[in-house]
């Protein structure tokens, strides 16, 4: 059912193998490069209350993620907050606003449970020590792994590539120190094949 909210859209799903690993800041980077699409930030958790919001009292507070995927060039972001078990309803909710948009990047791991993208990015760094059960789906389901390198030495980048091998032996790495505007050669590849770009 999802599928078919996203069918003939492109979408884009930024994942990742922690918090603050750098998703909001790959989203911005891409972003900055797309017109006419909009964003969907997820949080998943305890949360008792399903929140699907593209209110921008509730988007455009500075600092938040949301904030700064509108400031990189979203033409609307969608927050969506709740548990596990609401996520595929909040996720309907959500595409449903996006109708009207060329593309859409979704910002969050357990997404992959529902939809298959058009492109499927998973970001890690050196600080992978266990992945939850919705980052091993999303590394499963990913297109490219970005390993976000803030430093020159980078100690356990072999033991790391060794873990995603194993759960999907054919995904290219690219290194990228996030924080630097000039976006990979592959990555770039893959946005204009896509005809995702400007």
Known sequence: MLQELICGKKVITISGAHSKVGKTLLAENILSRLQGFCAIKTSVGNFKKECVTD???DVMV???DTFRLKNAGAEKVIFVQCSR????NALKKALKITSTYKGVIIEGNSVLKYIDPSLAIFVANENVKELKESALLAIKKADIIVFNEKTPIYKDKDK???LIKTLNNKVPFITWNLTQKTIPL???KYLKELSFCK
């Open 55 to 57: 209110n921008p009292f």
């Open 160 to 162: 790391i590539r060794n």
């Open 85 to 88: 078990k609401d996520l595929s």
């Open 186 to 188: 592959l990555l770039d």
């Open 62 to 64: 500075p600092n938040k």
